[in-house]
């Protein structure tokens, strides 16, 4: 189901109720971009440690912003054996309601990729709901409480403009308990032109009319003052920020439900919410890890899940969630266990049933929480010897996945997995080689790498003036190179010896 600024506040209540009764929640998101190219060495390597992979990403999460957000909601119906799924897609815009207006930047490859699976701009740029951090709200609460407000948009402040020649020739001849309507308003300019006029105006009042209308009354400065006072006004500082936070308000309702929070390759996505809807990012790697953890104790990433189910399963080597899908669908995995739990989707979601693409968040979401569901069913049933019971609990797979709980994946790093509630394991990549360059004055980095890439892809880190180091995640290109430059006329090629080749070691011999 689709929801955008238009429709967000009414449906809030319902998927608080949703969120409350849900077994867990699974989450997706699109970016404007991911890694930005303006960047030096922004690209994520094999010699990224933890920490310095949270440093690239952070900037190009500042860089960034989400356009699309997918839930997922799954509840244990009480009386049959099956989960019932609400799909929810929402289409976001940073909060341009304050004193500060929000900058993001677009990736050509990125924005092309999104055109390519049919995502809906309109809907972003026209009906995105809106959303602030901690620091953007506080920022908007001291103006409110100040009385001080300014508007961000250039579009805005025409409108505005207008809307107020329009009041000031009209009030100098109105009598009191006079009015006049105000048309073609959007949301927020309905909102800003009531504030604007208020603040300018002492013996004006303003009232939505709906349809884009605001209605203008002459009042006393006593009148005012009385209704300002009382529940029917609609621009009450608490409404205001209520209006403004947007989105963000379902996710601090997300954070205190503390619902196990499921995703796929999901550290960017941690980094978004984290930037988005809580705090800007901190310096520190370890801090961002223990308020990841706090706001959510429980987030399992079905990318580290899928390794071990087929490692553990031996099905078909998988790239993307939507393999995952389809493979642990196929009924020949587990033709003697007891079935995998029936997913159902809630009435209003059942286009997600037969779309053929991914990467419509909503959908990504879906996909999520229907592997995990299928993962840990599988596991549950190679960790017992024991038949399992026709329908096992959603505690029943927490405890089978207990080992993935809070390891997050790595993609393309110095690690396998990042651990948001302990220490990280240590790297077990296949050896790093070491290449001594013979007779081949000036080689670089990247000639270094087109000279590999023909082969197999390595990563290059320069050594010293006449050495690089390589770096792979599969032994099978290890041996390759060893054997295929075994005898090459400029490249000697070895396995990296730390006390043999390293020249702080070399140099402290020496």
Request: charged share 25%.
């Amino acid at each position: 189901m689709e929801v955008g600024a238009e429709s967000f506040a009414r449906r809030l209540p319902r998927l608080r109720r949703r969120i409350l009764r849900a077994a867990f929640v699974a989450l997706d998101m699109e970016f404007t971009g991911l890694h930005s190219t303006s960047l030096q060495n922004s690209e994520p390597s094999l010699f990224d440690s933890p920490v310095e992979r949270y440093a690239k990403a952070k900037q190009s999460v500042q860089r960034f912003t989400v356009v699309q957000l997918g839930k997922c909601w799954s509840d244990t119906e009480s009386d049959l054996p099956r989960y019932l799924v609400h799909s929810y897609n929402f289409f976001l815009f940073p909060s341009t309601l304050g004193v500060r207006d929000v900058e993001f930047t677009l990736s050509a490859s990125s924005i092309q990729f999104l055109s390519h699976y049919g995502f809906d701009y309109n809907k972003f740029l026209k009906d995105g709901i809106p959303y602030m951090n901690e620091v953007q709200e506080k920022i908007l609460r001291q103006h409110l409480l100040a009385g001080s407000w300014k508007v961000c948009s250039n579009a805005d402040r025409d409108v505005l403009k207008k809307a107020i020649d329009e009041v000031t020739s009209w009030i100098a001849a109105a009598k009191e308990e006079d009015t006049m309507i105000l048309q073609d308003l959007n949301g927020y300019q309905m909102l800003e032109v009531q504030l604007v006029l208020r603040q300018a105006l002492e013996n004006v009042w303003t009232e939505p009319l709906g349809d884009k209308k605001v209605m203008v009354k002459k009042v006393s400065p006593e009148h005012r003052q009385l209704l300002e006072n009382s529940s029917y006004d609609c621009c009450r500082k608490k409404l205001i920020l209520l209006s403004a936070r947007g989105f963000t308000n379902l996710f601090q309702i997300l954070v205190k439900a503390k619902k196990p929070l499921v995703g796929h390759n999901m550290l960017m996505d941690l980094m978004h919410l984290h930037d988005k809807f809580y705090r800007p990012l901190p310096e520190s790697y370890e801090e961002f890890k223990r308020n990841i953890h706090s706001l959510f104790p429980v987030i399992i990433d079905t990318k580290t899940v899928t390794k071990s189910v087929q490692k553990k399963w031996l099905f078909p080597r998988v790239s993307s969630l939507l393999e995952a899908y389809t493979v642990l669908c196929s009924s020949n995995l587990n033709p003697k266990g007891p079935p995998c739990p029936v997913i159902v989707l809630a009435s209003g979601c059942s286009r997600y049933a037969e779309k053929k693409s991914p990467h419509e968040a909503g959908y990504d979401a879906f996909l999520c929480g229907s592997v995990l569901l299928m993962s840990a069913h599988l596991l549950l049933c190679r960790s017992t010897d024991d038949a399992v019971e026709a329908d096992p609990s959603f505690s029943q797979y927490l405890t089978v996945l207990a080992e993935h709980v809070n390891k997050v994946n790595f993609i393309r790093g110095g690690v396998s997995s990042i651990n948001l509630s302990g220490e990280d394991a240590p790297c077990r990549h296949p050896p790093a080689l070491v290449v001594h360059v013979r007779g081949w004055p000036g080689l670089t980095e990247r000639q270094i790498y087109q000279e590999f890439k023909a082969r197999c892809r390595f990563d290059v880190r320069r050594l010293s003036k006449n050495q690089f180091i390589l770096l792979s995640n599969k032994y099978k290109h290890v041996r390759l190179v060893l054997r295929d430059y075994r005898h090459h006329p400029h490249l000697q090629v070895s396995v990296y010896r730390h006390w043999r080749h390293s020249p702080s070691v070399n140099c402290l011999l020496q």
